[in-house]
Each structure stands twice: as C-alpha cells, then as structure tokens.
T-cell receptor, first 113, second 114 residues
Framework: AQTVTQSQPEMSVQEAETVTLSCTYD???????LFWYKQPPSRQMILVIR??????QNATENRFSVNFQKAAKSFSLKISDSQLGDAAMYFC??????????FGKGTKLSVKP | DTEVTQTPKHLVMGMTNKKSLKCEQH?????MYWYKQKAKKPPELMFV???????INESVPSRFSPECPNSSLLNLHLHALQPEDSALYLC?????????????FGPGTRLTVT
C-alpha cells in the first residue's frame, strides 16, 4: 500500500521569503508520480507541480520547485518569493497504479505581509 | 476549457431525502472521480469511472450511488444519508485513468445532512 506523510500541519512564511514544505512517501511501485496540490480557502484544488520518479531532475514551475530524493523517499516543495496568494492548504500526493491519488494530511501555509 | 463544474454549490438534506450531485467536464477526459473531504482532512477517494464504467469503488456505503451517463457527466445519487456524511464532495477528471495524468478538480459541493 502507498502512504504519504506530511509532518508539518502548519507553516508560516513572511511575504517575499522562501519556505519549504516536507513530504515523505512509501510505495512499492517502480515507476510512480508525485504531486503537490494547493487548496486555497475557496476550496478548488489545483495542481502546483508534478514529479515523475524516473526523472532525476527536480521539477520546477516558476516560483515552485521540488527537492526529490528518491532513495530517501522524500519530496519537498520549495516556494520562493512567497506571495499572499500562496496562502492555502498544500497536499502532497502520490498516484496509485490505477491513477487514484493518495494524499498526505496537508500543510496549512500562512503568508504574513 | 480546463474547468470541472459541480452543482449545487451547497446542499442541505434530511436523512430521509433523496438528492443528487452533478459534475460536468468538457475537456474530453475519460476518467472521472468522486472524493469526499471532511473539514481539515485530505480528500478521500470514493469512486472512479473510466470510459463511463465503474473502475474503483472504495467500499463506499450503498447510500451513495454513482452514475456516469456519458463521458462528460458524473452524478452522485444520495439516499438515506447520515449526519456523518456531511462533507465537501469533490469531483475530478483526468485525460485517462493512469498515474501520469493530472487530475482537474471542481469547486465541490458542500453537503450538510440534518
């Protein structure tokens, strides 16, 4: 069975600063995909970034990047130049073999002006 | 168009009522999902449809009955619900049912069972 663990229930960052959200996972799949989803207070979940496990290069999307450590089964999200609009619940997720998402418990990020 | 729509936005129903939640997408996606999300918790998968056929049922009680009448539409029929079923119900879709494809989520239906 796949599991995803987020050990930080809440995090806070100053506007324009950098913050890193942690995630560890466990899977028996040899090829798998990892995701960070963002759920703002308005509720709609959107994809932030995706990492394919067979790719060694860390994924990057503008101010968002990941630190993917395959051997350690770690998949952290770094947000640079934090903005007020980044305040949200962030979920780390892995995709099961049938495409279903397994989510971590989430990290609530607050951004201070 | 990368939008998944859900209606209604809010629903209050009694334990003896029958109601339905509706989800629609026009992205040509062939996989559609229902998730249940309790407050301050992650979404939990309920059902997955692939090519209008039920692919995954995560041991959901029979008072929840999914239906996929066509490739763009997904319904969740509700009957004899319990107060603990109150939650945010999220619909999602992806191009195909495979791990590599991004899931697009709708805004959800906030359900309250009284």
């Amino acid at each position: 069975a796949q599991t995803v663990t987020q050990s930080q229930p809440e995090m806070s960052v100053q506007e324009a600063e950098t913050v890193t959200l942690s995630c560890t996972y466990d899977t028996s799949e040899s090829d798998y995909y990892l995701f960070w989803y963002k759920q703002p207070p308005s509720r709609q979940m959107i994809l932030v970034i995706r990492q394919e496990a067979y790719k060694q290069q860390n994924a990057t999307e503008n101010r968002f990047s990941v630190n993917f450590q395959k051997a350690a089964k770690s998949f952290s999200l770094k947000i640079s130049d934090s903005q007020l609009g980044d305040a949200a619940m962030y979920f780390c997720a892995s995709a099961g073999s049938q495409g279903n998402l397994i989510f971590g418990k989430g990290t609530k990020l607050s951004v201070k002006p | 168009d990368t939008e998944v729509t859900q209606t209604p936005k809010h629903l209050v129903m009694g334990m003896t009522n029958k109601k339905s939640l509706k989800c629609e997408q026009h992205m040509g996606h062939r996989a559609m999902y229902w998730y249940k999300q309790k407050a301050k918790k992650p979404p939990e998968l309920m059902f997955v449809y692939s090519y209008e056929k039920l692919s995954i049922n995560e041991s959901v009680p029979s008072r929840f009955s999914p239906e996929c009448p066509n490739s763009s539409l997904l319904n969740l029929h509700l009957h004899a619900l319990q107060p603990e079923d109150s939650a945010l119900y999220l619909c999602a879709s992806s191009q195909w049912l495979a791990p590599s494809y991004e899931q697009y989520f709708g805004p959800g239906t906030r359900l309250t069972v009284t």
